[in-house]
């Protein structure tokens, strides 16, 4: 078996949802799970989040939400963005709950449940997303009313939430969340106003779940934060999150190198004195960004900060372990802890001006995950 793999906390995944839940009630909370949960497994992160007291699930596509279904889950399961045509039959025949904002998205999700048999005793659930600032997705505010209208108005479908998307809550202080709730507020009041009934609103990511208690409303929608990782530097330690990805390697070559040597690809790192050059199974195939290095990263072997020498390549990377005893099999930890020191998503973030979220969905398919499993 190839000696890299990830570990993922499925009891960390659970603590954090409860942790949430727990900071936001009274609402409901959603875990989201898209993008294979965010690298950390999609079904198992799902079965953790609720063990831990997640309400729903959320994820970004059609085929994601199957893999639940699939995998025996029976809980809601929300598709964020407006399914393709292609996609619709499927939605529906997975008892997946849609979302819709333009025209067409209702009308073929309508004729796609009509097709299915669903009436009004068992209607496709159908949630309204509202474009309040951020102009990704989302129906206009001054056309959230009579898509409502069409929404409620079709037997086959029943409209089970309005909701936006908050753009800067990760800024605290930022003003224009304040901005997006009001204009949402507003849309709310005019459904209202024309007699349609919402039985749910929500608006809140994690960042604003944690920071912005106005947000919360009936539901909130957290993604990295069960996870364990704070949506932004400025939020670390609001709520208390544990990782639940660790990432790990062992040696698989060790070899001196004389002073002034180049190593690896373009031969551009080159020790100042002899040095000890362990090689590390995984690269940039593997979520490893091949910038990571000329950034100033290091690995943990030994408990010790190592410097990665050279260009990350595709399949290994090389580490300065100067004149320290390192053996083939030594354990390397890429992200997690190994005895006093830690290197955090967030630290391979902040090094690479990304974010961690890109750090976590970045890792490979092809890195083997590890699961402890839930405390029973």
Known sequence: MRPVWAEVDLGAISANTAALRSAVAPAALCAVVKADGYGHGAVASAWAALAGGADVLAVALVAEGVELRD????????????????????????????????????????????????????????????????HRVGVQPADAVALARTVADEPALELRSVFTHCAVADEPGNPFTAVQLERFDAVLAAIAAAGIEVACTHAANTAAAID?????RDLVRCGIGIYGIAPAPALEGRVPLTPALSLHARV???????????????????????TTIATVPLGYADGLPRRLSSQGGTVLIGGVHRPIAGSVTMDQILVDCGDDPVEVGDEVVLIGRQGAETIGAGDWAERLDTIAYEVMCGISPRVPRRYLEVPS
């Open 71 to 134: 995998a025996g889950i029976d809980t809601v399961v929300m598709v964020l963005s407006q399914a393709s045509a292609d996609e619709i039959g499927t939605l529906v025949d997975a008892d997946l709950d849609a979302t819709v904002y333009t025209p067409s998205g209702v009308q073929g999700l309508a004729d796609a449940a009509r097709r299915a048999g669903r009436t009004a005793q068992r209607p496709v659930r159908v949630h309204l997303k509202v474009d309040t600032g951020m």
């Open 212 to 216: 912005h208690p106005g947000a919360r």
């Open 252 to 274: 698989s070559h060790v070899k001196r190198v004389a002073a002034g040597e180049g190593i690896s690809y373009g031969l551009r790192y080159r020790p100042e004195v002899e």
